[in-house]
């Protein structure tokens, strides 16, 4: 079954763009994203952790709040492990907030660095990389999207209700620890559209099987993410 993102597709797209495209933590210039890369090199992080037991958690605060965009910053990889995990009494939130402070002060005086169409597609791939805690979205109608094998086909269908957009298609590859953003996905598919993703013994040769994760987004601009093992 699809999950709901727990963070809005709105809200990853204003962080990236109120991002001068570096990681936000004090003193980092990683960069986060490129048109060239097949990923990309930005975190999600909680300044005020996301559930008890993490960093900097505050009962006080909604699942709404802590998942706001008031309560997110962007991140390369090592500094996200920095803050939440190897050294986080050394990042209280006013410290993080701060720093937040300082990265949207850049990006406001640098010009926009990417279309809103290219700053959608960045926020879903970021979605699908958190993806695993995603609650159900139950039975409710929505654009649903399967990916199958059809022969040497790969194929993708929109089985439910109204058409998805901002299609992003990620292949897990076995082996490796970079997965790879496929390219060649269309925009989006409307109610009973398919598309060919690709020829199975092009894409993976002599792979058995291969996983991917797909990201989309419904007319209401909800996100859905799905993991499809493939056979």
């Known amino acids: 079954m699809a999950t709901r993102s727990p963070i809005s597709i709105s809200v990853i797209k204003a962080l990236f763009a109120a991002s001068p495209n570096v990681c936000a933590y004090v003193p980092c210039d990683e960069k986060l994203t490129d048109p060239g890369w097949k990923e990309t090199n930005a975190e999600i992080a909680h300044i005020c952790g996301e559930r008890p037991g993490a960093p900097r958690y505050d009962s006080g605060l909604s699942i709404e709040e802590r998942n706001s965009y008031d309560n997110l910053m962007l991140l390369c990889p090592k500094h996200h492990k920095l803050i939440d995990r190897l050294d986080p009494d050394g990042h209280p939130v006013e410290v993080l907030r701060e ?40 039975s409710q109608p929505g654009p649903r999207l399967t990916v199958r094998r059809a022969g040497q086909r790969v194929v993708m269908s929109n089985v439910g209700s109204g058409a998805a957009s901002m299609i992003v298609v990620v292949d897990e590859a076995e082996g490796t620890n970079s997965p790879v953003l496929l390219s060649e996905v269309p925009s989006s598919l409307p109610t009973g559209g398919r598309f060919n993703i690709g020829h199975w013994a092009q894409t993976y040769g002599t792979a058995s099987f291969a996983t991917l994760s797909v990201a989309w987004q419904d007319q209401g601009g909800d996100t859905y993410v799905e993991r499809y093992p493939i056979n």
């Open 99 to 138: 720093m937040k402070a300082k990265s949207e002060l850049h990006g406001s005086s640098s010009r926009a660095w990417a279309t809103d169409e290219e700053l959608g597609r960045l926020a879903l791939i970021v979605v699908l990389s958190t993806s695993g805690d995603a609650p159900p979205i139950g």
